[in-house]
């Protein structure tokens, strides 16, 4: 079905309340990902560990089993205090929520982008409520996010009754920077990372090749360790109220995805990007973009 339905899905894109009224079936993506080995990060010793149940994590330093090292993830847990995040709640509920594909709500607040085409334009965009400023100015005190700017900013909310998820890909490479970052405000939930062996013509990873690493230049080269190169899983906690940055190895050759049965209570995370390169000052394409940088100056 490519048309839009009601609840805002449209192609393979499905949740609980289209499957159900268009008797839509698809494969069991869970009980896939559950038959290969896959391991927990724990971002306490920067390490993964063997297992599926993301409580893992919350072991440390007492966990079993073999360790492998995980590049490009960075998890600050508590980012955000209980006072900042109710708060934060709050404001953002006062926010119109637009419904989005696959069970999921979105407020966006970014330029308009054709991944396929290459085009970017203004659009509607004049920058970001000024009630969520302050998490930007937190993200700017983090070693990981120099001169990290902010040109989109997308609230996304998940909750288990319409089955939100979001299915396994890589954020464009064309347009997006190579921090991705997230701020998980309410609702502990799992990132589950899996290996992306296919073509690079996919997601515009073929332009990565054409860009200096901003994180390599932040932090020392022996914390970019090379990949794993078995097919495995690895589950990222995502506990309410803290920051992830993906970045390098996890940010480009492995694929994200949040699957429906890690949500089990209301969900709600803000996701921020930045521009690759060539569109940032002394950039090739700077000139289409200045205008969007300056209006992601403003907080209304």
């Known amino acids: 079905m490519e048309t839009v339905r009601p ?32 391991y927990v990060y724990c971002p306490e010793c920067n390490k ?34 209980d006072d900042e995040a109710n708060k934060l709640m709050k404001d953002l509920d006062d926010i119109p929520w637009e419904i989005s594909q ?45 001169d990290f700017k902010t040109i989109e900013q997308c609230t996304l909310e998940y909750t288990p009754e319409r089955g939100a998820s979001i299915d396994p890909h890589i954020d464009d490479c064309w347009i997006w920077g190579e921090r991705i970052v997230t701020v998980n405000v309410i609702g502990d939930s799992v990132l589950t990372m899996t290996s992306y062996r296919e073509s690079k013509l996919r997601y515009n990873l073929e332009d990565v090749a054409k860009y200096p690493s901003v994180v390599s230049s932040i932090i020392s080269n022996d914390e970019l360790i090379l990949n794993p190169s078995e097919n495995i899983i690895v589950r990222l906690p995502m506990p309410a109220k803290s920051l992830m940055v993906l970045y390098g190895a996890a940010r480009y050759d492995w694929e994200h995805a949040v699957l429906r049965e890690d949500i089990d209570s209301r969900r709600v995370c803000i996701a921020y990007r930045e521009f690759t390169p060539p569109y940032l000052p002394l950039g090739e394409y700077f000139d289409e973009a200045k205008e969007i940088l300056d209006k992601a100056q403003n907080f209304w």
Do not use: M
């Not at 609840?7 to 290969?36: A, M, V």
């Not at 970014?110 to 998490?135: D, S």
């Open 48 to 81: 993964a560990w063997p297992g599926w149940d993301v409580e893992i994590f919350k072991e440390h330093p007492n966990h079993e089993g073999n360790p492998i090292s995980y590049p490009g993830v960075y998890i600050k847990t508590d980012f955000l205090n």
């Open 7 to 38: 609840c805002g899905c449209k192609g393979i894109r499905t949740c609980l309340i289209c499957e159900k009224e268009y008797n839509i079936s698809k494969p069991d993506l869970f009980k896939q990902l559950k038959r290969l080995n896959s």
């Open 102 to 146: 696959s069970g999921r709500r979105k407020q966006n607040f970014g330029p308009k982008c054709n991944f396929k085409k290459r085009r970017l334009r203004l659009g509607l965009f004049n920058g970001f409520p000024k009630t969520t400023k302050f998490v930007q100015d937190k993200l700017a005190q983090d070693r990981l996010l120099i």
